[in-house]
């Protein structure tokens, strides 16, 4: 779409008396491959969409459509509340990532990347079989237009990979990877299929603790489901009351090892971009400052209102949807100089709990939760033995605060927004055979 | 040529003889198939009174064309329905390009109606607000409805079936305990009154007390009855999940049940707008049985799973989408009903529960464990309904659960069962159900 057509459309808007209003396109290529009982799946799309909203002090609407907006519309009669869109703001320099230009991968490599970690899973287990494999890879380019003098344009790139295993023994559920990166061609098939046998190794082997404490060493995974859980409190909309039936006599909210950011322009994230979903300037912003409550993420609107700091934190998850607050790049800081073996070597007696195996129950309001987990027994820094269909519990308030050690190996996974956390070592929480 | 420029009919002006001919062409191997498939999509949208911007429309169309051949599949798809974009599609999809190929097809959709009225759509919150006040209950909520509408053609080499579409409406609820989702065939008096019954028990459920976890005998009511149906029968006899396993053969002829299991899925008899004679790969939908007498008859097939199996039968795919292939799903479930009233089966399930919906439900296909999630119930005391309690969830394995089915209502009630989300394709399913008791279900809060 040319800026020529999406100005035209914001004239023709303000000829109706819709002062307000916003020209968003968006398009792109992407493939998908896909092994699994379909047979073998090889899909190319060219996606090409657009949204207006627009409004006049009274009433708004919002019209999303595919190919190219016209002059014309048809628009539908404004209606409900009046929209406020952001002011134009200078937009801090950005340098493109380079791998923008690289082409997307095609059949024959993600093919192979898909069979090689079936081939990898099969020689590490016997019995093993990838029952599900799924590639996804795509570019896009995306403009914003806006009657309040926001012009900016950018480009993007992502590739997710989803593998699903299963192992030898009879009736275990099915191990489960979710990953994304920028380009499909970082994904490590070896490293892959390791982790996959690990989880069906432990789901066939392991055994729960009726009821244990101790030291726990939290992998990446268990750190980002955990951050997953606590985005109510990290997204605004009336967090302000579970901040404060988290908060101690001295005002924390967790350990001083604590500290959560969002980063929309983290170097090479998945999300990388210079503007959010509306057009304003994305930034690192510090949620939770060793142990401190800081703020939650905040759009320009709810950042005047509640005199925040913006986050430039406004994503639309497709030309379809309308912009809504939520994470860019949202982490666990890592401790560069702390190594997942230093923490490993220091736990006497403990657990090392590499993965989810399920979803959880968490309440925040009640400060409880619980999550299936699997991973080893650990005895002088060594694993002992393997653990699986144990659940970890206890109150959310005492993971956070529980927090004794962090690693330096940040990990991402898509959620909604990439959620990174590194390994963590944790006290205050208790594994039981039955969550009860 | 076949052209129909009326632009009443949505989808016309798409050239379909010219279309079967292109696929015709990259069809070359013996046993390939090779289809168009056409949508066009229409969402209406009327959010909570507080937010902005009001309305909300959003209308896309496309096409995808798939070749499939020895149990590979390939797939292009477009954002626009166009003469060129069609041309090019049909050539990345081809394993080699004709020397002579026939000219790329006429495609001229008539542009997209005007928007239809959306008053009743407006006035829809407004009337449930007041069902619930007339039910002396008053909470926070907000409240979005949408109305949906899709247009879909499917042209094969040999085949061009009738279009196709599907209209409903959805709504979904931000509550201060969390968020209710439903689907609604239309916006009839009745539906509002639905609404309003729902919304306001799960207010008065939220003070209730919560089940300890225990096994006892339970009465779903018809519409979580549906969807326990949809995770456990429906995902289950789905052919990809079979073959998850090994062979879908495998399973026909299969005890899953008790004998007052006759469980169908037939897209011909589902609400009337969003009633289908073909599915999305533009074979006839039929009236399918999945369990007769809880015993496996005919699984949910596609062509792919079909096509090398004189025992499967296609006509049930579904795309969730026109960028993802089609796979095998089911439209409209129904369980036939049995002879007993709800007071019977009530009566019989004595110190149990009775849980008339669901908020949500799963299947893990391979270990064949499910949970269904209730937001509310109410225990059985005396053959009658006693105190409400509070949220709960409903688990076990598919053949515990069918096997302990040892009632089934005279009640059927036709509701929508909900979004199903399945590898990531959220469609619409909708179903038919009487309630149903079940022995020595596993319940926990």
Known sequence: MTRELARSVLDALAGRGLNEAEVYFKSGRSRRFEIGPQGRIASSSQEEGWAVRAGSDRASFFVAGTGQPTVDGPWPDPDGQPLRLPPAVSIP???????????????????????????????????????????????????????????????????????????PVQGAETARISMASRELRSFQAPMIAHRLVDRLLLQGQGEAPERDRGELLLGPALGVRLLVALLPLLMGGGSDALVRSLRDRRGRIGSELLIVKDDGRYRGGVL??????????????????????????????????????????????????????????????????????????????????????????????????????????????????????????????????????VARDLEFQPWSGMIGSPTTLVTGLELRRNPE | MELCDNPEVPLSGLDTTSVARCLSQIADHGNDLADAFFERLEEVEYPAADEAPGIRVRREEGFAIRLVRDGRTWLAARDQIATAAFGEALRQVARALPSAPYPEPALDPAPFPSLEDTSRLARFPTSVTRAIRRRLAAFPMRLRVRRHRRWIRVIGTQLAPEPQSESFHSCDVDLPWGRFGALIPDLSAASVERLATSLTTLFRAQEAPRVKP?????????????????????????????????????????????????????????????????????????????????????????????????????????????????????????????????????????????????????????????????PHGRRISGGSLGELVGACRLHGTVSGLLGGIVGVGSDVESAGAGWCAKNGLKLPVWASAPSIRIEAAEVES
């Open chain 1, 93 to 167: 320099s950005w340098k493109p990532p380079g791998d923008l230009e690289a082409p997307l991968a095609g059949e024959i490599e993600a093919i192979r990347l898909l069979e090689a970690i079936e081939k990898s899973l099969r020689s590490e287990l016997a019995g093993a079989r990838l029952v599900r494999g799924l590639l996804d890879e795509g570019s896009s380019q995306t403009s914003i237009l806006t009657s309040r003098g926001i012009e900016e344009e950018y480009r993007s790139r992502a590739a997710s990979l989803y593998v699903e295993a299963t192992g």
């Open chain 2, 214 to 374: 225990t096994r006892c005998g339970v009465v779903l009511g018809p519409p979580a009855a549906a969807v326990l149906l949809h995770e456990v029968v429906g995902h289950a006899l789905e052919t990809d999940t079979l073959m998850m396993g090994g062979r879908v053969e495998s399973a026909l002829g299969l005890q899953l049940g008790g004998p007052l299991l006759n469980v169908l899925d037939d897209p011909t008899n589902a609400p009337e707008s969003v009633r289908r004679s073909s599915d999305d790969e533009g074979m006839i939908a039929v009236r399918r049985w999945l369990l007769r007498e809880g015993v496996v008859e005919q699984p949910l097939a596609d062509l792919f799973s079909a096509h090398d199996s004189r025992a499967l039968m296609p006509g049930a795919a579904r795309r969730g989408t026109r960028h993802r292939a089609p796979a095998p799903r089911s439209t409209h479930l129904e369980l036939l009903p049995g002879e007993s009233s709800l007071e019977d089966l009530l009566a019989e399930t004595d110190g149990g529960l009775y849980f008339p919906e669901v908020s949500r439900g799963q299947l893990d296909p391979l270990s064949g464990r499910f949970s269904i999630f209730l």
């Open chain 1, 272 to 405: 990388e971009a210079p503007v959010d979903g509306e057009g304003w300037p994305t930034r690192e912003t510090l949620l939770i400052a060793e142990g401190r409550f800081r703020q939650p993420l905040a759009s320009w609107k709810d950042a005047k209102r509640l005199g925040l700091q913006v986050s430039g934190c406004v994503r639309r998850a497709s030309w379809r949807d309308l912009p809504r607050v939520g994470p860019s790049h949202l982490f666990l800081v890592p401790s560069p100089d702390v190594k997942v073996a230093s923490l490993l070597a220091a736990v006497a007696r403990g657990y090392y709990l590499i993965d989810t195996q399920g979803s959880g129950r968490f309440d925040l309001e009640r400060d409880r939760f619980r999550l299936p987990v699997c991973g080893f027994v650990l005895r002088q820094g060594r694993a002992a033995a393997p653990l699986s269909g144990a659940w970890l519990t206890g109150s959310i308030s005492s993971w956070l605060r529980g927090i004794q050690g």
